[in-house]
């Protein structure tokens, strides 16, 4: 994926990261509940409790009915990924599989967790940063991919 830096502009990704703020902490503080994508999602379809369903229903459809809107107001971006489907398969299987391990995904522990000040939570993202950093460093510079 090649970001265009002319196009950047800092103020949408302010406000993107402003709004993002916001709506984790209104679900927590007028719901109660935690707005990490994993364990919203894990909780909707590992073990539905009564009771419990609606509010993850509306944060899932939320997440897809956003872009859906977005795209009637304005042109999708031309995504560019260069990488084949094999390595976007392991790569996701490897996120999945992190999630369970790491008791959480970026969002849960980078977003929510770090607000709060959980110890787990910093030590989740610092790993996760690590990894990607490390991943991108033996795959670009030393093997050259």
């Given at each position: 994926?090649?970001?265009?830096?002319?196009?950047?502009?800092?103020?949408?990704?302010?406000?993107?990261?402003?709004?993002?703020?916001?709506?984790?902490?209104?679900?927590?503080?007028?719901?109660?509940?935690?707005?990490?994508?994993?364990?919203?999602?894990?909780?909707?379809?590992?073990?539905p409790v009564s009771?419990?369903?609606?509010?993850?229903?509306?944060?899932?459809?939320?997440?897809?009915?956003?872009?859906?809107?977005?795209?009637?107001?304005?042109?999708?971006?031309?995504?560019?990924?260069?990488?084949?489907?094999?390595?976007?398969?392991?790569?996701?299987?490897?996120v999945g599989v992190?999630?369970?391990?790491?008791?959480?995904?970026?969002?849960?522990?980078?977003?929510?967790?770090?607000?709060?000040?959980?110890?787990?939570?910093?030590?989740?993202?610092?790993?996760?940063?690590?990894?990607?950093?490390?991943?991108?460093?033996?795959?670009?510079?030393?093997?050259?991919?």
């Amino acid at each position: 994926m090649s970001i265009d830096w002319n196009a950047f502009t800092p103020w949408s990704a302010l406000i993107g990261g402003v709004l993002i703020g916001l709506a984790a902490a209104m679900l927590i503080l007028l719901n109660g509940r935690i707005a990490g994508i994993s364990g919203v999602l894990g909780g909707l379809l590992m073990k539905p409790v009564s009771g419990d369903v609606a509010w993850r229903v509306a944060f899932v459809l939320g997440l897809v009915g956003a872009p859906l809107v977005y795209g009637l107001v304005t042109a999708w971006p031309v995504p560019q990924i260069d990488a084949g489907y094999a390595a976007l398969i392991v790569a996701g299987l490897l996120v999945g599989v992190g999630t369970r391990y790491g008791s959480g995904c970026t969002s849960g522990h980078g977003v929510c967790g770090l607000s709060r000040w959980s110890p787990r939570s910093l030590v989740a993202t610092v790993t996760f940063m690590a990894a990607g950093f490390l991943t991108v460093f033996v795959l670009r510079h030393a093997l050259g991919v």
